[in-house]
């Protein structure tokens, strides 16, 4: 019963890797279709491999992962692929990271990723009536300079994105070291969103809020320890974009009942529910609804509000925000 609600609410994904959504069985037949050798005997030897100890263990087999994306055409095939299965469980728009320093490393180049991921996003809004927005991430753990090309480098692809971002380790690599960076794509008209708060201190939470003035921040959750930052996010409403299951495969949490997002919800922060990484993490948006639902006993009216949260704070035009508010109200 609440199964069925849970697939028609219609659920705006915020915070996506779309490298992270790339399942073995694609990333089994592109490795065949582009002769890459992949350190897996079978698709169900690589789904075993998924087994974390933290962020950085997670972040050595995604950029493994992804080295079977070489052509527009894988690119475009990656994201359709999920698109299918996102608007089957009831997602009505995508806020896809893009990680073109990962590409660029392996020379694909930045044309063949946005010509890809462009055909992607207009194929789902007409055949899946799925909406999406593009975020240009910056690998923290490389050189800011790096960073800096990129922007440079993307700028014949601007109107693209909605965003920039900030991903990969976070662990002694701050928001300050970006701040020339994230200060540039403001100038050329871009918002901004960084993780922050994921392994990182709540110090680097604040970082981002000061030095690269994001709008959101993605994960957010260790603010919990920081009584005067939590009070901060929620007098600002700071939206966070949390992923749940994540945090739970990334042991960012023990177990997803000892998670800070009943209390951070309960000290009046605008949160949202996201998957990351779906296939690493062990489901869509569905899934970490549905496993949120289970753990904290969640009402259908809190899934509602956390839905609407994500609505309200999508890179989206008014129409379609208005047209998904309505779908909201008459679910
Ligand atoms: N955290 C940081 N960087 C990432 C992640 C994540 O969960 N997924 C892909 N890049
Ligand atoms: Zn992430």
Same mark, same amino acid.
């Given at each position: ?160 994105? #909605?965003? /920039?971002? %900030?991903?990969?380790? &976070? !662990?002694?690599?701050?928001? *300050? ?5 994230? +200060? ?61 299951? #994540?945090? /739970?495969? %990334?042991?960012?949490? &023990? !177990?997803?009942?000892?998670? *800070? ?5 309960? +000290? ?64």
């Amino acid at each position: 019963m609440n199964d069925d609600f849970l697939t028609r609410l219609p659920k705006a994904e915020l915070h996506l890797h779309i490298e992270g959504t790339l399942e073995p069985e694609l990333m089994f037949a592109l490795a065949e279709r582009n002769g890459v050798s992949l350190p897996y005997a079978s698709i169900e030897a690589a789904r075993k491999a998924y087994d974390f100890s933290d962020l950085q263990s997670f972040l050595d087999l995604y950029y493994q992962g992804m080295s079977v994306l070489v052509s527009a055409q894988d690119f475009e095939d990656l994201a359709m692929d999920y698109f299918r299965r996102a608007a089957a469980e009831g997602v009505v728009h995508v806020e896809l990271h893009v990680d073109p320093q990962a590409h660029r490393a392996r020379g694909v180049t930045l044309d063949q990723v946005m010509t890809g991921l462009t055909a992607a996003c207009a194929r789902a809004r007409t055949e899946l009536d799925l909406s999406s927005a593009m975020i240009l991430a910056f690998l923290r753990d490389q050189p800011a300079e790096d960073a800096m090309q990129l922007l440079e480098d993307a700028q014949p692809y601007l109107q693209h994105f #909605s965003a /920039v971002g %900030l991903d990969s380790a &976070e !662990q002694g690599n701050p928001p *300050s070291k970006f701040r020339e960076v994230f +200060a540039r794509a403001r100038e050329l008209g871009l918002e901004r969103v960084a993780h922050a708060g994921e392994e990182g201190p709540p110090s680097y939470i604040r970082e981002a809020l000061d030095e690269l003035q994001v709008c959101r921040i993605d994960h957010g959750v260790r603010a919990i320890e920081d009584i005067e930052l939590v009070e901060r996010l929620a007098d600002e409403g700071t939206v966070l974009t949390v992923c749940p299951l #994540s945090n /739970v495969r %990334l042991k960012v949490v &023990e !177990q997803l009942e000892h998670h *800070s997002l009943p209390a951070l919800i309960d +000290a009046g922060l605008v949160v949202t529910i996201n998957s990351d990484d779906p296939a690493y993490f062990g489901g869509g948006m569905r899934e970490n609804f549905a496993a949120c639902q289970k753990a904290f006993g969640w009402s259908d009216e809190t899934l509602t509000w956390l839905a609407s949260n994500a609505i309200e704070a999508a890179f989206m035009d008014d129409a379609r925000r208005e047209e998904l508010r309505q779908r909201l109200l008459n679910l």
